[in-house]
């Protein structure tokens, strides 16, 4: 199984949009596949099913290790697609920001998915690289980083580089995938700008090809609490995140080259 | 792009992304450390980590493996090491000759002084903070003080501080009360880093008050 968390130094730059739509193209493509809501806020669970009040999840397997993996996840209609919501711990989720207090739980969490033969858990993380985001980047495989096609947010690319950079003693064998950029909006100068300049700051590789556009689909999708996929007329989005997840599967399979030549 | 371009350092925005880019030798998580329980999941070996920090850090192997041999003093006891590598190069008389002889040498009477503020510093950050395992490293990564026997904890707080690029602590929890606090400190000697095990991380008013005592610890005299 590979874990791939999805964090940004920012909030509010279509994490949660990436994640959900992510991992359906996984699904879809026929990969089993986790997504795993680990934002104390939430935002998977209330997009994907009313019941995310009531569910048990991640902050209760971090509060309580010893429930089961089936009380967590909840399958969907695709059936290589479920996910495990927040849970009702994470209202009382005070983390000190202290690194490694949540590490070997995430782990153990970790290798019970991988256990159940997921091919691919997605973890949607809470904004910033601080207390248990900074754990599950400490202990996943991969990252994805969504960033905001915006001048603020842009600037906020070193400290989140510094902190990866941070991260990757702890966890040197994290794969960062690369920037995907988000909520573009062509017809604004300064978005597009901003996109410009993240391309000619970041090395090429570190850049996905594919960006996400602002689109009133996502709000429509959001409204029905589906994932753009399965809405009518969204063949356009569709094929945003299935681009997305190839370049992905791209990255990982050089990824693996790279190691076996090395291990050699 | 006057939106973007002043607000950051376009050099340097590249220099982090390669380094993330560049893979990293796979680390090799050990076994279960004496001292530490069943939740602790293992440091990075130094032979394998290819660090993002860069460090030419020494290893731990250049700390003397076999205190207990070498001291008379009970091992429960202080025992700083290499005190005299805390005064810079450049304040060493021209007439010193080089330390080369692994004999042991008297220890000059400022090297004394230091050595007594250490210790006083030491006891006050024990009672004050219950700090244990206490150690100090140099600009240059050596141990110039240690209490905690643990070499990897050096190398740790080294690559930590490194890595931190800035003045702030870094904490890692390490088992379930015990946290490693790693605070880089600017002194008139340039950056040394104080690590010790606290049993919850420092609130950012103790960090700020044991910097501040540090630095007048490792001022001159």
């Known amino acids: 199984m590979i874990s791939i968390a999805i964090s940004s130094q920012k909030g509010g ?9 992510l991992a359906h193209a996984f699904a879809r493509a026929g990969h089993n596949t986790l997504l795993v809501d680990t934002d104390p806020q939430g935002s998977v669970g209330l997009s994907l099913t009313r019941q995310s009040r009531l569910l048990p999840g991640f902050y209760d397997f971090l509060a309580d290790p010893g429930i089961p993996m089936e009380r967590l996840i909840v399958p969907t209609r695709l059936e290589t697609f479920s996910l495990v919501a927040a849970g009702q711990a994470s209202d009382y989720e005070a983390s000190d920001g202290s690194s490694g207090s949540h590490l070997a739980r995430i782990r153990t969490f970790l290798r019970n998915a991988s256990s159940r033969n997921y091919d691919i858990c997605l973890m949607d993380t809470a904004a910033g690289l601080f207390g248990v985001t900074n754990d599950i980047i400490a202990a996943s495989d991969a990252l994805v980083i969504p ?5 603020l947010g842009i600037r906020s690319v070193p400290k989140l580089l510094i902190g990866l950079n941070r991260l990757r003693i702890i966890n040197p064998r994290l794969n960062v995938l690369g920037v995907c950029l988000t909520l573009l909006q062509r017809d604004l100068a300064e ?7 993240l391309r000619e700051l970041l090395p090429e590789e570190m850049l996905f090809k594919t960006f996400v556009p602002r689109d009133d689909i996502f709000v429509r999708a959001s409204a029905k609490g589906l994932p753009v996929g399965v809405l009518e007329g969204s063949e ?16 990982l399979a050089r990824a693996r080259r790279q190691q076996s030549f090395q291990a050699q | 792009m006057d939106a973007i ?3 950051l350092d376009p050099s340097e925005v590249r220099h982090l992304a390669e380094q993330l880019l560049r893979p990293v030798a796979p680390a090799r998580i050990s076994s279960v450390d004496p001292g530490f329980d069943s939740s602790f999941v293992g440091f990075t070996e130094t032979g394998n980590l290819h660090s993002t ?16 041999t070498e001291s008379p003093t009970p091992k429960s006891q202080i025992q700083p090491v290499a005190a005299e590598s805390m005064v810079p190069a450049k304040v060493v008389p021209a007439e010193s000759p080089p330390k080369e002889s692994p004999e042991p040498t008297p220890a000059s009477p400022s090297q004394t002084r230091f050595k007594e503020r250490i210790h006083i510093f030491r006891d006050w950050l024990a009672k004050n903070f219950n700090a244990r395992d206490i150690f100090i490293l140099d600009r240059e990564g050596k141990v110039i003080f240690d209490e905690s026997g643990h070499g990897r904890f050096h190398f740790m707080a080294r690559n930590f501080a490194l890595a931190s690029r800035g003045s702030s602590n870094i904490h890692v929890k390490i088992g379930p009360s015990s946290v490693l606090e790693v605070i880089p400190c600017e002194t008139p000697y340039g950056r040394i880093v104080l690590g010790t095990l606290v049993p919850e991380s420092l609130p950012p008013g103790h960090v ?4 501040e005592v540090l630095i007048q610890t490792a001022s001159p005299g």
């Open chain 1, 13 to 21: 730059v279509g994490k949660t949009t990436l994640a959900i739509n």
């Open chain 1, 147 to 151: 960033q905001q096609a915006e001048p």
């Open chain 1, 191 to 197: 978005s597009t700008e901003a996109a410009s300049a």
């Open chain 1, 236 to 251: 356009g989005a569709q094929i945003v995140f299935d681009s997305i997840r190839s370049e992905i599967e791209s990255k």
């Open chain 2, 5 to 7: 371009n002043p607000w």
């Open chain 2, 53 to 68: 920090a860069a460090a030419p850090a020494p290893t731990s192997e250049k700390i003397p493996a076999n205190r207990e």
């Open chain 2, 208 to 211: 700020q008050t044991i910097i």
